[in-house]
DNA sequence: GTTTTTCATTCACATAGGTGAACAAAGGAA
DNA sequence: TTCCTTTGTTCACCTATGTGAATGAAAAAC
């Protein structure tokens, strides 16, 4: 089984006939590795979810990709503020690995919201995800040095090593890949 | 005219009609100072629009009262994640002056939307003020030092000194109030 | 295969911010 | 007013993380 269709189904208590005429909404779409989601300056117009592979958000500033979140299996893919606001990205979205994404466009969310009210309930916790996800960051690293953001970051996502390189971790932590180097030698 | 009133009027395009619609379901509610509007394990069942006053949100951690975020007039207030979520809250929300709010119940806004559709304009800017806000917070606290995150505070909230004492302004900031106070001597 | 580029490690040194103490200033309560 | 509590400042010293360079390892390109 698809995990999408799984997902849908353990998430959410919809009928079958409901999960069927919610996954005839998306669509397939394969992406290379460091093929783009989202570019910096595209409006986005879907979500995505991550049926296989795994994506980086990230902002070029001072001219350094500073990652600031990933996404893998069974996770969301968008930028909420583009798709809510209808703006410009201020971020981009890549995969990092050969991936495929199952795709819904937000004006056929809509549109399926009106016929599926239920369908909000994606929608408030995808926010919710998103939201709970940044303000859990902040809180890290206010009150977390960066070991110990590194090993709650570890706790949460322990493969993370084997799928994507050091030096976007370190940036994902907010320190330099020295630093991360220092204190995986440390432990 | 209510700031409530101007607020919805100049940020959405309701007809007076809806307008008072929109308006006959907050109910007004005021808090001493002090006097909180949320606290830590209940539930979140309202927003509320700040009318006057302001407000702190915080997290007790290690003893110590981290604050994670502000509110004045013409901001909303509410706890998104226990709200939406309906879990308890983790954070704790406090009037810092006397002050006065809108409340909206989630269960009236529901109602609201069913016969007003364009209601949840109001209700998508307000997950997007708050998720935008987070990410924000995360992204200074990334990419910059305590002194710029300083001065982006003061050009955001300039008047910040004059209605917030400057130990919850370090909190915020992630610094301690010694380094704040060494910052602002050096400008 | 070989070469080139990218990524990770280590080191010596620099710097921002934390720590704890002492003290001053401001504000509330009486 | 006076006293007491809360808040802000300054200082000397400490620690975590940044910086830049050198080196090695792994991956990609050829």
């Known amino acids: 089984m698809k ?6 189904e353990n998430t959410f208590s919809f009928s079958p006939l409901e999960i069927e005429k919610i996954l005839k909404c998306f669509t397939l779409k394969s992406f290379q590795k460091k093929e783009y989601f989202l570019r910096e300056g595209q409006y986005c117009k879907n979500v995505g979810f991550v049926e296989k592979g795994n ?53 056929k969310m809509e549109e399926l919201s009106q016929t599926l009210p239920k369908v909000n309930l994606i929608r408030s916790t995808l926010a919710e995800q998103y939201f709970t996800k940044s303000t859990q960051r902040a809180t890290n690293l206010i009150n977390l040095d960066a070991k110990n953001r590194y090993q709650a970051l570890l706790k949460e996502i322990p493969f993370i090593h084997q799928r994507v390189p050091q030096y976007y971790i370190a940036s994902y ?15």
Do not use: M, T
Not at 77 to 103: D, F, M, Q, R, T
């Open 3 to 8: 995990n999408i269709q799984s997902y849908i």
């Open 55 to 107: 994506f980086i958000y990230y902002q070029i500033i001072n001219g350094e990709e500073k990652i600031c979140d990933f996404a893998f299996e069974n996770d969301w893919v968008s930028h909420y503020k583009s798709l809510l606001g209808n703006i410009p990205s201020e971020i981009n979205i890549k995969a990092l690995e050969n991936s495929e994404l199952y795709l819904l466009n937000i004006d």
């Open 173 to 187: 932590l907010g320190i330099k890949p020295q630093s991360l180097s220092r204190i995986r030698s440390e432990k």
